[in-house]
């Protein structure tokens, strides 16, 4: 099983970003898919998440209207559009992918918001 986060970097305040996350190992489309970043000194928190079909989504209040996720199942792939973004926004951004038996995580990527 591997999740295989990509897209991570350096942006300015306002900027924009593009998380992917590919998966492989298990059957994606059974799986509801997460978004998480942890901040220096702070917990990790859920950003963003979908469910398996893609039909239903929800947000971390902090992100709302600004970050988008979205899916594709037959790529096995999940993403998280960034926008508008600023220094709170500086994390390690990672993959969840969560069933009623079993979570994997990825390896994280990087995010840093700075002028």
């Known amino acids: 099983v591997q999740l295989v986060e990509s897209g991570g970097g350096l942006v300015q305040p306002g900027g924009s970003l593009r998380l992917s996350c590919a998966a492989s190992?298990?059957?994606?489309?059974?799986?509801?898919m997460r978004w998480y970043r942890q901040a220096p000194g702070k917990e990790r928190e859920l950003v963003a998440g979908m469910s398996s079909a893609g039909g239903v989504t929800s947000y971390a209040d902090s992100v709302k209207g600004r970050f988008t996720i979205s899916r594709d199942n037959a790529q096995n792939t999940v993403y998280l559009q960034m926008n508008n973004l600023d220094r709170d926004d500086t994390a390690v951004y990672y993959c969840?992918?969560?069933?009623?038996?079993?979570?994997?995580w990825g390896q994280g990527t990087q995010v840093t918001v700075s002028s």
């Open positions: 190992g298990f059957t994606f489309s059974r799986y509801a």
């Open positions: 969840n992918a969560v069933s009623s038996r079993i979570a994997y």
